[in-house]
Every structure is written in structure tokens, then in C-alpha cells.
């Protein structure tokens, strides 16, 4: 089975420049989630997608950042315009979690780390 | 994040047990887990455990669950390099949100 693949693994960009990071999730997977790895502290939940429909982006900061997941599918995840905080390690997971309960595992790619000089 | 607390290092010799703590603040916690991360790699699901359980182990790792002090633990038996990584404990209350603490970085030396 396919891993959660991201795109680009590294990028580097000034200030107030606009970035896009890309994440195709396991085949089939109902649930997306977008965290924000900041180094030396844990992945904060930025946005989660129940299919192609937001199911928490209560920590968004939805002046800047922006998320989207058209069919269901693939999501991309974009920031406009970048700030010297948002530099950090940006992780796409998913799950088979269908919102009814229970337990899922969610599966992390390997992430795009995020420099902005 | 703040709603979960761990160490944030820990040293081990090679062959010894590392023991891992955390602490959660949300009572209606549902599941615990632990995952792991190594260097440029994304985090990798340890093990879970359930609210209503108090201990869970497979294989070289043992979960310990206190749900009145809200202290969650993690054992590893016979510390090898390859355990060498960033351990994070997390927390979520049914809807999978999950909220992780800061990591706990363990370093195993011969």
C-alpha cells in the first residue's frame, strides 16, 4: 500500500512570498488532516477534511493560510503571504476514520519543511 | 501542545529499559497513543491504548495508563540504537482530533 505522499519535501522563500505545498493521502482514506510542526515542539493540528468537506480549522490562521481537498482526494495547502513564524515542518496524514466513532489509525508523510528568510 | 506534557529528554544505554512519561489534561480522553519520528521522517504509530485500560504491551513495549492522575507511560525493553528518535504522546476524545505533546527526544548510547 502507497504512503501518504507530500510535495515538495524542502522549499525556501522570503518573506511575504506565497508558498503551496501539495499531499496525496492512502487510496480511499475519508479523513485528511494538514499539521504545522514548529522544531522542537509537537504537530499542531492546522485543518482537518471529512472527505472535501472542513471538519476543524479552528487553529487556521485563516488570514494567510488556506486549505482545500476538491473531489475528496488530494489536498494542497497554501500560505499568502509567508511570515518568518511559519517556518516550519508542514504534515499531511490520513485516515480511514468515516466520523462514526471508533478508532483509526492516521498515517503521516514525510512533510515539506518550510524556511521562509 | 498544552494540553499534554512530556520530558523532553531522555539518555539510555544500549540494553537497559527507557521509560517515557507523559501527562494529559483532557478527562475525556479516549485513546492514547504513542508515535514515533525519526530524522526527516514523518511520525510512525507506536502503540495506543484504550481510556478503559490500564496496561497494554506487545513485544518490546508496555503502555501504563493512569487515567486518575491522567499519566500516561512508555516502556521499552532492551534499548537498541535504532530506538533512537523523537517520542511523542497524544490524546484524542473521539472525534481523532489528535494533540500532541512536545516529544521526548531519546538518545541511546553504547
Known amino acids: 500500500e502507497a504512503g501518504v505522499a507530500q510535495s515538495p519535501r524542502y522549499k525556501i522563500i522570503e518573506e511575504r512570498q506565497s508558498v503551496a505545498f501539495w499531499c496525496n493521502p492512502i487510496s480511499g482514506h475519508a479523513t485528511l488532516y494538514w499539521y504545522q510542526q514548529i522544531l522542537g515542539q509537537g504537530p499542531k493540528l492546522l485543518i482537518q477534511?471529512?472527505?472535501?468537506?472542513?471538519?476543524?480549522d479552528s487553529q487556521l490562521p485563516k488570514d494567510r493560510f488556506s486549505a482545500e481537498r476538491l473531489k475528496g482526494v488530494d489536498s494542497t495547502l497554501k500560505i499568502q503571504p509567508a511570515k518568518l513564524e511559519d517556518s516550519a515542518v508542514y504534515l499531511c496524514?490520513?485516515?480511514?476514520?468515516?466520523?462514526?466513532?471508533?478508532?483509526?489509525?492516521?498515517?503521516f508523510g514525510q512533510g515539506t519543511r518550510l524556511t521562509v528568510v | 501542545g498544552e494540553d499534554v506534557e512530556q520530558s523532553l529528554f531522555l539518555s539510555v544505554r544500549e540494553g537497559d529499559s527507557s521509560v517515557i512519561n507523559c501527562t494529559y489534561t483532557d478527562s475525556s480522553s479516549t485513546y492514547l497513543y504513542w508515535y514515533k519520528q525519526e530524522p526527516g521522517a514523518g511520525l510512525q504509530l507506536l502503540t495506543y491504548?484504550?481510556?478503559?485500560?490500564d496496561m497494554k504491551q506487545d513485544q518490546r513495549l508496555t503502555v501504563l495508563l493512569n487515567k486518575k492522575d491522567k499519566h500516561l507511560s512508555l516502556r521499552i525493553a532492551d534499548t537498541q540504537t535504532g530506538d533512537s528518535a523523537i517520542y511523542f504522546c497524544?490524546?484524542?476524545?473521539?472525534?481523532?482530533?489528535?494533540?500532541f505533546g512536545a516529544g521526548t527526544t531519546v538518545t541511546v548510547r553504547a
Open positions: 497524544a490524546e484524542s476524545s473521539g472525534d481523532y482530533k489528535l494533540s
Open positions: 491504548i484504550f481510556s478503559n485500560m
Open positions: 477534511f471529512q472527505n472535501n468537506g472542513v471538519v476543524d
Open positions: 496524514a490520513s485516515s480511514p476514520w468515516d466520523g462514526r466513532g471508533g478508532r483509526t489509525e492516521a498515517f
